[in-house]
């Protein structure tokens, strides 16, 4: 099995899933075992990594202790105009899977953003779901994510089924279509929840990239 | 000798490691090292990155303006320090969309080649702040109004909200201009109450007010992308009012100003874009004025094929052209490209007669969302029979993103964002003023109208501009032929009747004008051009009472129509004085007191009302109006004798018989 060892070879590791799902299909289900997380060492066995996720109040918080049937991270930042464009769209989301048992989090990954502008931000855009920050981009490593907004979604034993885009809007920096014509995240978790293999798993996300640490 | 060759060593391997390690960015020709290289030393943001950010990308990137995040110091340009190698490499930011080599337009906002290797540069190499000393100086902004505080502001009657999520919104917005004299503007500037939704923002000048139908309620605006505004005296659009984001606002050179009526409005054209989060937008328009009246008069012409924009469902590769031949010198002073979300490569160039080709713009991947006018830094000068060409190109497939259908569908022109449009508006100044006598404008006018009916023989507003500029330029007959046409393409237009009418009247043939005054009156029967047309036609022909009846319910649409009291108030007047020969000495009084009512100062009136009570008898009361008569013209002979008969009268009658 291959393990990640950082954000630049999950990139490649992820194009090549895509490239593999397009001439092999059913191969994808294989390939996804790949995609998974250090944390998936926990299922083996091995000690769990300590993460220094904190909440909007300062508090450590652990987005994997709880009994979701999945858990999406949807990475975010404050002056991303993107990841606002999409505020009322990632609502929606969270009301609609949140009582079929989805776990939603929003991950702050900038170390530079204070908790007021997270707290503002949280109130003007009425995200709805609870929000914390990854300051050291420990969830970013794990996760491989680059972009806000780019979704997460894991799954028992800390697999991730599905890392991008939330849908299709944005095309490029300044192409945007009308509206999606497909709705990745949505139909990760549809297709998740209903004990299916998520078609696409991996798609790029457009927007604003994570910053890299100070 | 040695060290030319050990720079150029050291060049390649910096080069090599930056392709390395810069392997996501795009490869642009930028990356290709300049010779002679930029110095070897570690690329910092104080000394080499600042001064790029500081002219290209704070003007829009600080407070309240639309740069969604700050690019002022270094920690902000730090976090975003990915986001700017990828922006900039692809040229999505700084946003310019014409070609470079086609057309040198003003305040072009383009980074070159070595500064975009710059910035990449800067981030391969870990992004060091540098030494501080090294900085230069922040860049000054003025807060609040670019051109200091304006002769006026007129702001939206109410603010808009728009919505947090859905497509981009293209609404008008009506804000009528509250001078009470004509007034020179040389530059207007947006505040968009909002600088982070409001995208950019056109405005049109409606001297007639002819939008304020198309709004639900006063204040509502209305939508659409391209509005079309009506016009009674041939003054044409001129000027590019066109405002985005972090540009300058453009000052009109001196002779150069537009004017501004009272009865003005202007309607603010804006473009909108959801944030994800409910907003409102209230802007406000600056306007600053000059004494100096415009000299100069430029005109926009528009090179369009809308006509044939009938563009399949699934065409990758839809052409529309125009070409326009110019009927005399011009100066070409900048372009305004636009097209909607279909359109790809937009192209506009002149040819010379001498067959020599001048591009005027070239967008390779047109982006309505940056859509803007583009100046030229010198004027193109543009010969007598040099030719105006526009090529515009559509993918209407599924591979076009902003395809507003999916699966695609049949498209065609149309002013909602779902249409497609395909206009390059050229604005020209003619290099005379004036040729043979005539208005270079009313030239250029006729020979667009005649381009245009060559395009669209049955066009209602093709004829119909025609034959305006014909009848200003007196070839009535053909104004004529023209009005006819326009009539006959919409015989429900009432305005057309109406010009129809007036060049009959032109070449004296008043019975005639009448008859068309009289349809327009029939097809709009509050048409105020038609009455009063009608009603002056009527005083030519001495049927006062007909051209009062005209007046009066002008005057009831408009009292404040100063011109129209007058005319109600003249043909009183002559009424009264038609009904007191005939005897009708109440009528006639009736006439004239109401005439009195309108135009008080009038000392004829009050010496034909004398007269008409002094027949009647009333003497005394004729008395009082002969001395308001020469009260208000001590000169008035008339009424001086009538005042000594009525006196004399009035003696004999109070003498014992």
Known sequence: MLGLQGRKFVRVLIHTIAAAKRALAPLSLLFLGAVMLTGAVRASGAAQPTLHLLDTNGRLVDPFQGHARA???????????????????????????????????????????????????????????????????????????????????????????????IDNQYVDFGVTRPAA??????????????GKPVAVASTRAIGCYISDLP | MRRAVHLGAAGLSAAAVLGLR???????????????????????????????????????????????????????????????????ASRFMPPWLPEPGYGDFAGERRLTSEEIATL??????????????????????????????????????????????GVDVYR????????????????????????????????????????????????????????????????????????????????????????????????LNMHMQPTGKPETLQASVGLYFTDMPPVYHPMLLQLERDGKLDIPAGDPNFTVTDSFTLPLDVEVLGVYPHAHYLGTDLEGWATRPDGSREWLIWIKHWNLDWQGVYRY??????????VLHMRYTYDNTERNPRNPFTPPRRVVAGNRATDEMGHLWVQVLPRQAEIGGKDSRIILQEAMMRHWLAKYPDDFVAHYNLASALASEGKLDEAVTNFAEAARAQPTDATAENGWGA???????????????????????????????????????????????????????????????????????????????????????????????????????????????????????????????????????????????????????????
């Not at chain 1, 014509?181 to 209903?194: E, G, I, R, V």
């Not at chain 2, 981030?123 to 900085?135: H, I, K, N, P």
């Not at chain 2, 100086?137 to 728009?162: C, E, I, N, S």
């Not at chain 2, 009674?232 to 002779?255: A, R």
């Open chain 1, 71 to 165: 858990t999406v991270f949807i990475f975010v930042r404050t002056d991303c105009p993107v990841t606002n464009r999409y505020a009322p769209l990632i609502r929606r989301l969270h009301k609609e899977f949140t009582p079929r048992g989805v776990a939603f989090w929003l991950v702050y990954p900038s170390a530079l953003a204070t908790t007021a502008a997270i707290l503002n931000h949280d109130r003007d855009f009425q995200f709805d779901c609870p929000a914390l920050r990854d300051p050291h981009h420990e969830l970013v490593k794990l996760t491989g994510a680059d972009i806000t907004p780019e979704a997460v979604v894991v799954v028992t034993g800390q697999r991730i089924v599905y890392r991008g885009r």
């Open chain 1, 181 to 194: 014509t497909t709705h990745d995240l949505a139909d990760a978790l549809a297709a998740t929840l209903a």
């Open chain 2, 22 to 88: 810069l392997a996501l960015v795009p490869a642009s020709p930028a990356a290709r090292p300049a010779l002679p290289r930029p110095p070897d030393r570690r690329v910092t943001f104080s000394k080499d990155v600042a001064p790029i950010i500081n002219k290209n990308c704070a003007p829009c990137h600080r407070p309240e303006e639309a740069g969604p995040f700050n690019l002022l110091t270094y920690e902000d340009v730090r976090t975003h320090a990915r986001q700017i190698v990828t922006v900039t």
């Open chain 2, 120 to 165: 990449a540069r800067w981030v391969a190499q870990g992004e060091a702040e540098g030494d501080s000393r090294d900085l230069p100086p922040a860049p000054r902004f003025t807060p609040g109004w670019q051109l200091g505080k304006p002769d006026l502001v007129l702001t939206m009657a109410q603010p808009y909200h728009l919505a947090a999520t």
């Open chain 2, 172 to 267: 008008n917005f009506i804000v009528p201009a509250t001078v009470t004299t004509t007034r020179y503007v040389k530059a207007i500037e947006i505040r968009p109450g909002n600088p982070k939704a409001l995208h950019h923002a056109n405005i049109l000048v409606d001297p007639n007010g002819s939008c304020r139908r198309l709004e639900g309620h006063p204040g509502d605006g209305f939508s659409g992308m391209d509005v079309r505004t009506e016009s009674e005296s041939f003054d044409p659009e001129s000027h590019f009012l066109f405002w985005k984001p972090g540009s300058q606002p453009y000052v009109e050179p001196d002779g150069r100003a537009w004017a501004l009526k009272p009865g003005t409005d202007l309607v």
């Open chain 2, 377 to 386: 830094k010198r004027p193109v000068v543009l010969p007598r029979g040099s």
């Open chain 2, 503 to 657: 060049a009959l009247e032109a070449q004296g043939n008043l019975s005639a004008a009448s008859a068309h005054y009289r349809e327009a009156l029939r097809l709009e029967p509050d048409d105020p051009d038609a009455l009063y047309n009608l009603g002056n036609c009527l005083l030519q022909r001495d049927d006062f009472a007909a051209a009062a009846e005209q007046f009066r319910r002008l005057v009831q649409l408009r009292p404040d129509d100063s011109g129209a009291r007058g005319k109600l108030a003249r043909a009183l007047g002559a009424a009264g004085t038609v009904l007191a020969g005939e005897n009708r000495l109440d009528d006639a009084i009736r006439d004239f007191r109401e005439s009195l009512a309108l135009a008080p100062d009038s000392a004829d009136a009050y010496n034909n009302l004398g007269g008409a009570l002094a027949r009647k008898g009333e003497l005394a009361e004729a008395e009082t109006d002969f001395e308001r008569a020469l009260q208000l013209n001590p000169g008035h002979s008339q009424a001086r004798n009538n005042l000594r008969l009525v006196r004399e009268e009035m003696t004999r009658q109070a003498a014992p018989r």
